[in-house]
Structure formats: C-alpha cells, structure tokens
C-alpha cells in the first residue's frame, strides 16, 4: 500500500518502506500527537521517536522486539507522557536536545548536541538543534542513500509553517533562521517531513511559503 502519513487517533499505523528503513506513523490523543517507530531493515534494531501518550499504543506498535532506544524532540509535556512506560517497558535508552533535557521528568541518557549522528541498526540520522519553539528542540535527518531525505521534525515545521514560538518575535526569528538554514538551504524540495502533529509534507510544498511566513511572523 502507498504511504500517506494520514493517521487519525484511534486508528492504525501508517508504514513508510524504504529500502533500509521502515518508518510507522501513529497518532495518539489526547492532542493528536505522532510519534514514529523506526525500524533497521538489515538489524531489525527500532528507534521510537516521541513517546507522546497512550503507552499502550506505543508499546503494541514497538511489538515483541523492543526498541533499543528513544528520542524526545523537545521538551513540551505532550512529547513524552508516554516516556516513563516506555522505558520502563523496553529498557531503552533515552535521547534528546542538550537544552531541552532539563525539561523532561524522564532523565535523558544521552543529550544530543547540533550536529550529532544518531544511529538505529545500520541506518545512522544526524540530529540539527533548532531554536525558538523551545531552547533545544533538535530535528532528526534521514539522509537515504537510495533517495531523497526524511526529516522528522517534532514541533519545528508543519505543513503551513513553523512551530508555535507565542508571538515572541525573537523566538519566531530564530527558529525560521534555523529552519531555513539547516533544512531548506542544505536539502532538495523532495525531502519528506515527518512533523509532530498533523499530516506530513514536503520541502518543496512549503518552499514557496516562505515569504508569506516571514510576513506574518509565526
């Protein structure tokens, strides 16, 4: 079946093949959060991506198997109700933003610094910090040998714009600065995004809006 990434609370997992890497999308109440299972084709090692809520859910998706780790993309408490059973769970290790670390109940094992390859199995991401919605939320790139990158990008970037930075012109200033830099200047347009929330994108479908976001400020 073709991939979407359109998942609804309640329903089931989306799953994106790629040739090493398979992504599932699911999406949890109660604030329609996604959160992501990586899992290395050639290991069968799993990466989960945003511990959001409903432990249950996660842990049905995450299977017999197990994941070797876990990564928060920042430190909003909708990005990790879950992260405490999960871990609990799984014994996975936990990652997030140096910054943001402070901010999660759930102590961080390793806090990721801008720049930083991340790694589940053979297929390694390298992590980008971005400022503005929170002081250290980071993004995770997959840059696929056998195509074009996918890019997971918690509350950074959605469909329509950046994250929430609360009509603080110099937080909103920052993260369109980070995100510009890091995303839209270093990748092509076929480039995927998996966002925290919603539906997915492209850089190429959100390219054209750039001045309009800059205008409005958000």
């Avoid at 040739?19 to 999308?25: A, G, N």
């Avoid at 040998?145 to 509350?155: L, M, N, S, W």
């Amino acid at each position: 079946m073709t991939y979407s990434g359109a998942v609804r609370v309640g329903g089931p997992a989306d799953v994106h093949e790629l040739t090493d890497l398979m992504i599932s999308k699911v999406a949890v109440g109660p604030m329609d959060n996604n959160a992501y299972l990586l899992r290395c084709r050639a290991t069968g090692e799993q990466m989960l991506i945003d511990a959001a809520n409903e432990p249950r859910t996660l842990l049905r998706l995450i299977g017999d198997d197990g994941i070797a780790s876990v990564v928060t993309t920042h430190r909003h408490p909708d990005h990790w109700q879950a992260l405490p059973e999960v871990v609990a769970a799984t014994g996975a290790r936990t990652y997030a933003g140096r910054y943001d670390a402070e901010g999660i109940e759930v102590p961080t094992d390793v806090p990721v610094e801008d720049g930083d390859t991340l790694r589940v199995g053979r297929v390694e991401l390298t992590a980008r910090h971005m400022v503005g919605h929170t002081p250290g939320s980071i993004v995770l790139i997959y840059d696929d040998p056998h195509g074009h990158p996918h890019v997971f990008t918690g509350d950074c970037l959605f469909p329509g714009g950046v994250g929430n930075t609360r009509k603080d012109a110099d937080a909103f200033a920052s993260l369109i600065a980070d995100v510009e830099a890091k995303l839209f200047d270093a990748l092509p347009d076929e480039t995927w995004i998996y966002p925290g929330h919603g539906k997915d994108t492209t850089l190429g479908d959100e390219r054209p809006h750039l001045p309009e976001w800059h205008e409005r400020g958000w």
